[in-house]
């Protein structure tokens, strides 16, 4: 009967409920999904046939081992490479003898343990490749000083007790050097901001900012 049952009156395909949803409004917006989806799907397909067919029609090598110079802590290292390989792999794995200060951890450009400089800047060197630093001044943290004349960030790790197990340590000191270069008196929020893409996994952040403080107090002061 008619009006009977929880459901309300039987409807016929395509009617409207009260709210305007109706089967049909589905299924045209079920159809517009499915060829949203391939019109994506296309696009991915073709940027990466694009991709692929760019390295060949400019000439480049796509594979076997190059020999390139890196100029590392002011000096030129000859390193053979394969085009894919990384700044970071190249300095740690490649070089005789190697640049270890820069940590593998993630390998995923997320924890900052690998930083290392290109002129000057801090990026992840387990996302740039070693034949993009080609040409590039890279600066290491084994290039910001020694360990018995480290320079001002480094020694004040030291005397603040700014390391814990030390993986993070080298990414921490040369991006903030790379802070004190542009900016000798930054705010502790600057200096957080600086380098909120370096993680303590011992979590040594109060030392750490104390050794920038004391650094920051101490150009203040000069």
């Given at each position: ?5 929880s459901d309300g009156p039987s409807r016929k395909d395509g009617a409207s409920r009260p709210d ?103 990026v992840y060197g387990c996302l740039v490749l070693a034949v993009d630093a080609v040409g590039k001044k890279i600066t290491t ?82």
């Amino acid at each position: 009967m008619e009006g009977s049952g929880s459901d309300g009156p039987s409807r016929k395909d395509g009617a409207s409920r009260p709210d305007g949803f109706s089967r049909r409004r589905f299924l045209q917006g079920v159809g517009a999904v499915g060829v949203g989806a391939l019109v994506v799907e296309d696009r991915i397909a073709r940027a990466a046939d694009e991709a692929a067919a760019s390295p060949a029609s400019s000439g480049a090598p796509t594979s076997g081992p190059i020999n390139i110079t890196l100029n590392v802590d002011g000096k030129g290292r000859s390193v053979i490479v394969e085009p894919r390989t990384t700044l970071l792999n190249a300095l740690r794995d490649r070089l005789d003898p190697p640049i270890t200060a820069p940590k593998l951890v993630c390998d995923m450009g997320t924890c900052g343990a690998c930083t290392v400089l290109l002129n000057g800047k801090p990026v992840y060197g387990c996302l740039v490749l070693a034949v993009d630093a080609v040409g590039k001044k890279i600066t290491t943290s084994q290039g910001l000083g020694t360990p018995d004349h480290p320079n001002a960030i480094q020694a004040a790790f030291v005397e603040k007790d700014g390391q814990m197990c030390g993986f993070c340590t080298p990414g921490f000191t040369t991006c903030l050097s790379a802070l004190f270069a542009e900016n000798p008196t930054p705010t502790q929020e600057e200096m957080k901001e600086y380098c909120k893409g370096n993680f303590c996994r011992c979590g040594t952040y109060p030392r750490i900012f104390e050794a920038v403080a004391a650094v920051a107090k101490s150009a203040t002061n000069a």
